[in-house]
């Protein structure tokens, strides 16, 4: 059974770093074809992707976060960790982590899972 | 960049009812990458359809998807009680790799 599980501060501080650990389990990081992505959804808003990871560290940035926005993954703790600078407020959102695939099988053809296995969430308030 | 447009914004519809979702892609993506999800206040947003028509593990038969190209369909073939929430759809490049979510679409109780 896959799991996922967000953690990190509630609030922050205008320009300060926010720090987001997703811990996870029922899977590996560093199995071929799976991936950890990061989606937030700012109050009363749509769901935004954030920043994606995959097994062999490729990582991936919403183009208009990239340049505030680091992604680590550690496999042997089973976790991902994400970084986002200069924080405002425009940032509040519930931010979550969640599991996909996306691979080619044995007879070539493929297969994109879906982000198919979310954590709960956590909620991250940006204010002085 | 592809954008994701859903209509109608809202839909409001009673139990038992029929509800058709569109979501339409500014430029043609692979069906194996479209995926629709339901977002319920207080909870994780959950999978229910993948490529485009393969409905996830635990989704109810009466969630079916459907599309190509630019325009895919997500259909609650009888409304129940549970369904009333909000669903997107998303879109996967695998090159650059990146997500599209669209903006949702709020299924009502009338």
């Known amino acids: 059974q896959i799991t996922l599980k967000e953690s990190g501060p509630t609030l922050v501080k205008p320009t300060q770093t926010l720090t987001l650990t997703c811990t996870f389990s029922?899977?590996?990081?560093?199995?071929?074809?799976?991936?950890v992505g990061w989606i937030r959804q700012p109050p009363g808003k749509a769901l935004e992707w954030v920043a994606l990871?995959?097994?062999?560290?490729?990582?991936r940035f919403s183009p208009s976060l990239k340049r505030r926005l680091t992604i680590t993954k550690d496999t042997s703790k089973n976790q991902v960790v994400l970084t986002m600078t200069n924080m405002n407020p425009v940032d509040t959102a519930t931010y979550y982590c969640?599991?996909?695939?996306?691979?080619?099988?044995?007879?070539?053809?493929?297969?994109?899972?879906?982000?198919?296995?979310w954590g709960q969430g956590t909620t991250v308030t940006v204010s002085s | 960049e592809i954008v994701l447009t859903q209509s109608p914004g809202t839909l409001s519809l009673s139990p038992g009812e029929r509800a058709t979702l569109s979501c339409r892609a500014s430029?043609?993506?692979?069906?194996?990458?479209l995926a629709w999800y339901q977002h319920k206040p207080g909870q994780a947003p959950r999978l229910l359809i993948y490529?485009?028509?393969s409905r996830a593990t635990g989704t109810p038969d009466r969630f079916s998807g459907s599309g190509s190209g630019t325009d895919f369909t997500l259909t609650i073939s009888r409304l129940e009680p549970e369904d009333f929430a909000v669903y997107y759809c998303?879109?996967?490049?695998?090159?650059?790799?990146?997500?599209?979510f669209g903006g949702g679409t709020k299924v009502e109780i009338k």
């Open positions: 029922g899977f590996s990081l560093s199995t071929s074809g799976v991936g």
């Open positions: 998303q879109q996967y490049d695998r090159s650059p790799p990146r997500l599209t």
């Open positions: 990871i995959y097994w062999d560290d490729d990582k």
């Open positions: 490529a485009a028509t």
């Open positions: 969640a599991h996909f695939e996306d691979y080619y099988d044995s007879s070539g053809r493929y297969y994109y899972s879906g982000l198919d296995v």
């Open positions: 430029q043609s993506v692979s069906s194996s990458n």
